[in-house]
């Protein structure tokens, strides 16, 4: 089932296949067929750890970027690493740093990552071993090239899809019954998306600022997503700082503080509209 997520941040079906098998086969012809409707590929796919499916991928999708879901991994810890572990809250919290930083690089993850199996006398632990050999499918530091802002890093969002298409079926529909119950599930979706755009129209919400970005933001986004990028712009205005500027080459690079003392490098290109932050939040281009 593919899933994507509305301009209300609500889940939305685009697209969903019958399969009576979980092989290589049946995942690629589901994927080429997705291809077809779709007219490309999707430049980042997140799936769990089927064998199959990688397989299926790396052939239907090519130039994709397919990375695995963090979230799937995770849960695997405490049944990987023994009892005893699996109850040490300070080992979990530790691991839990190392692996969920969106900010760290690739360096600062192999140290920290290291630093945690060696303080936990985890080195010999297979599962981890193979966790590590892998990471570049699943830690964030090694998705710093992709620009991740929207974008999800789990199947949570697939998850949650369905449950909900799971609580109207059950194993003794007729395919029949199977496509009336799933057809009004996608319908009210859709009804849900018109309902809350509907509400949208008229308003005017209230703005923290002077700045003419947060009137356009108002003007282009809906309510859900603008009190979103309100907190980003009301943030800038009155919580961050600029702590060094530079400029040299044509590159304007700003040093900005946040209100949690974080600091992050703005980059400038002059004369076009090329900004990115390290952040991983911003990327502006022609």
């Not at 130039?63 to 009892?83: L, Q």
């Not at 009336?180 to 703005?207: H, I, W």
């Not at 503080?257 to 980059?267: F, H, W």
Request: proline share 2%.
């Amino acid at each position: 089932m593919g899933v994507l997520q509305d301009n209300h941040k609500r889940c939305v079906t685009f697209a969903a296949g019958l399969l009576d098998k979980e092989d290589v086969e049946s995942y690629s012809w589901i994927l080429k067929h997705f291809k077809n409707a779709m007219g490309t590929a999707p430049p980042l796919i997140i799936t769990d750890q089927d064998p199959a499916m990688k397989i299926a991928i790396a052939d239907v999708f090519a130039g994709s970027r397919h990375r695995y879901c963090m979230w799937h991994i995770m849960t695997k810890v405490s049944e990987k690493v023994g009892t005893e572990m699996s109850k040490n809250n300070e080992f979990r919290g530790a691991l839990n740093i190392v692996v969920w930083n969106e900010k760290s690089t690739r360096a600062e993850f192999e140290i920290g990552w290291k630093t945690v199996i060696e303080k936990y006398g985890l080195q010999e632990n297979r599962w981890l071993n193979r966790m590590y050999d892998e990471r570049a499918s699943w830690v964030p530091a090694f998705f710093d090239d992709v620009f991740m802002d929207g974008l999800l890093r789990t199947t949570s969002r697939s998850e949650a899809e369905n449950r909900i298409f799971q609580s109207n079926m059950n194993r003794h529909l007729c395919l029949v019954e199977f496509f009336g119950r799933f057809e009004r599930a996608v319908r009210k979706q859709r009804n849900n998306n018109l309902e809350l755009s509907a509400g949208c129209y008229g308003q005017t919400p209230d703005f923290e600022t002077s700045l003419s970005i947060e009137r356009a933001a108002a003007a282009v986004y809906t309510l859900t997503i603008f009190y979103e990028v309100q907190k980003q712009i009301s943030a800038s205005c009155f919580k961050c700082l600029v702590r060094a500027f530079t400029k040299a080459e044509g590159v304007q690079t700003y040093v900005i503080e946040d209100e949690n003392e974080e600091r992050y490098t703005v980059i400038v290109q002059d004369g076009s509209n090329s900004i990115a932050c390290t952040c991983k939040m911003l990327l502006v281009g022609d």
